[in-house]
């Protein structure tokens, strides 16, 4: 999925790392002649990939960034009292990830861009990826709420 460039960052080893707006690092580093990316090596050069997209492999696979932080949670919902917005094509902000808990019975969660139907149940829950558009659909009576997770302030 493709995400953009919000900053740089040296991690542990002294590798460059780019920081995506879903919340998830990618390596650019320079490493000659198997990578090269000199632009990595100046602020000028970072700065000039900043806005620039990136193919991002853990959004590929719904991983919900290890250090992003719970904002917000809906209110339980059933299959009656659920807004119906949630049956229908939505998605969330970019930088905001969800959780479907399903707290008793069975929901169906489908992205169709991926091809993905998944009926989620209380040991699976669905994680909902930052711009993708995704629906869900009650099988029969369902307890479920949404948590929604960004990256945590700094400081
Ligand atoms: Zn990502």
Redesign the pocket.
Known sequence: ?E?KIIGFKLDAAGDWTAM?D???P?HTRHRPPFENRAWVMTQDGRDSMLGQVLN?????EF?L?ADFVKCKVTPEFTESTMPAGLRGQHYTSSGVWGKIVVLEGRLLYCVPSKNIALELDSSSPGIV??ELPHHVEPQGSVRFMVEFYKAALPG
């Open positions: 999925m995400r995506l879903c919340g998830h990618q991002c492999v853990r959004c590929e991983e960034p990826v930052p």
